[in-house]
């Protein structure tokens, strides 16, 4: 199930250390091949040569081996693995990624991390309920690092709780799913449109809208976390949670925002196009400042591009195509309307009557509507969640 998987399995200073050994023999049965980073002090927990007999790989916990004058290169370490797992981490090395801190190998590994990192906390209950522990961790899960929840159970202390790490065969679950997830987008090209579009006016003045790029920016991030290689033509946004390894072109108006994304659709398999793009734009831009003079102004404006209309022209067969439909009444007809002018395989309706989705939320709430004209409606979620949803209706049409 693991195989030709390459894991580091990260191990920190906590009772739960034993478990690693349980964790470590568990993904070497299921096919992986596992190299284990010590920091110095789960040295006190569990042995070096426990860990290194059962990867069948030397452990490392020191930038470099005295002995034998070898140094132990983080980078390389970091670029070998396919996943960095951290199990146990204590809420020690969790400050530290969380902020920066390099005062060990694994420290320095996580941050040349190529791969997806995970990791399993392990602390005492008032430990893991700290603020200032749920801070780092969301800190760590805002960087686009995996949290695989701590357990409830005894705890070392003997207090009983939430803290544990979790059970060495649920993390190997984890990891299974992590890869049977990754992999479905493999060598798959995606193009996603992201944020506003701003139309100049004048030298210091536009037309925008309230669009923040966080839904799409979820959308480029879980392609990516499928396995697809993946190009984001964003607006202006200033949201910077974007997975460092999505190639990012920055655009401003919709004019821009057409030419990028006509250049782009035509190399990728799968387009997302969930940019709200502006609809008209001033028929002159002047230089300078328009000044306060006469009681009223008028503005000459005229259309724009219709991006994903130019897209659904030229849509190639094997390509998926999707856009959005932003409604504020009569949803469900305007979106089949989109659907089936722009020539899409589906397209995502966002209501303007549903409290705390589209513009400016964290959450959305929509509604699938494919080319079939089946539809699924969703509950409000996290834009993370939708967009999985979206992102798992783009897998079904690719198998
Ligand atoms: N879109 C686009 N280019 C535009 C306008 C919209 O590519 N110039 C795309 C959006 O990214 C979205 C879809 O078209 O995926 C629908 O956008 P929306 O604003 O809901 O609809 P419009 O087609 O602009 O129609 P209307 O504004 O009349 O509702």
Partial sequence: MLKNKKIVLGVCASIAAYKSAILLRLLVKSGAEVKVIMTPGALDFITPLTLSTLSKNPVFSEYSDTKSGHWNNHVELAAWADLILIAPATANTIAKMANGICDNLLLATYLSAKSKVAFAPAMDLDMYQHPSVIANMNKLTQFGNVLIPAESGELASGLIGEGRMAEPENIVSFVIDYFRKTNSLNGKKAMVSAGPTYEKIDAVRFIGNYSTGKMGISIANELKNNGAEVTLILGPSNQNNIDSSINVIRVESAKEMYKACVIEAAKSEIIVMSAAVADYTPSRVSDEKIKKTANDLNLSLEKTPDILNKLGEVKKTKQILVGFALETNNEYDN?????????????????????????????????????????????????????????????????
């Avoid at 709430?365 to 979620?381: G, N, P």
């Fill in 335 to 399: 979106a089949v309307d989109k659907l089936n002018k722009k020539n899409l395989d589906f397209i995502v309706l966002n209501s303007l009557n549903d409290k705390d989705a589209g513009f400016q939320f964290d959450t959305n709430k929509i509604t699938i509507i494919d080319k079939k004209l089946k539809s699924q409606v969703f509950e409000l979620k996290s834009k993370k969640e939708v967009a999985k949803d979206i992102v798992n209706k783009i897998i079904s049409l690719t198998v």
